[in-house]
């Protein structure tokens, strides 16, 4: 079992950078799949990003791309997201997320269901 915990949140203006960062309990890091998912007021809890248990593979949400970069670092425990250029319409609590026995498709990676580890959430707010 693996525990998260997510920091690095805050308020932004637009175009503005955060990194946000997820770290992880246990010795067993690198053997699982890391997702980060955000959920806006009154919206359903989306994917972001992923990455894979060596970090060769991220997938990301279309709206993210060319502006979020996810990492990790297994020798430290934690996976990063870094969010540039940041709109308005980012604005949500992110969650990072993992999983042990996730292989497969992009799609798989991209479900919420297929992750049986959540963090609590850190909130992001970008101000127009």
């Known amino acids: 079992q693996v525990q998260l915990v997510e920091s690095g949140g805050g308020l932004v203006q637009a175009e503005g950078s955060l990194r946000l960062s997820c770290a992880a309990s246990?010795?067993?890091?690198?053997?699982?799949?890391v997702g980060w998912f955000r959920q806006a007021p009154g919206k359903e809890r989306e994917f972001v990003a992923a990455?894979?248990?060596?970090?060769?593979?991220?997938y990301y949400l279309d709206s993210v791309k060319g502006r979020f970069t996810i990492s990790r670092d297994n020798a430290k425990n934690t996976v990063y997201l870094q969010m540039n250029s940041l709109k308005p319409e980012d604005t949500a609590v992110y969650y990072c997320?993992?999983?042990?026995?996730?292989?497969?498709?992009?799609?798989?990676?991209?479900?919420?269901?297929?992750?049986?580890?959540w963090g609590q959430g850190t909130q992001v707010t970008v101000s127009s």
């Open positions: 246990g010795r067993t890091f690198m053997r699982y799949v």
């Open positions: 990455i894979t248990r060596s970090g060769a593979t991220t």
């Open positions: 997320a993992a999983d042990l026995r996730l292989f497969g498709s992009a799609k798989r990676y991209q479900d919420i269901h297929e992750y049986h580890y």
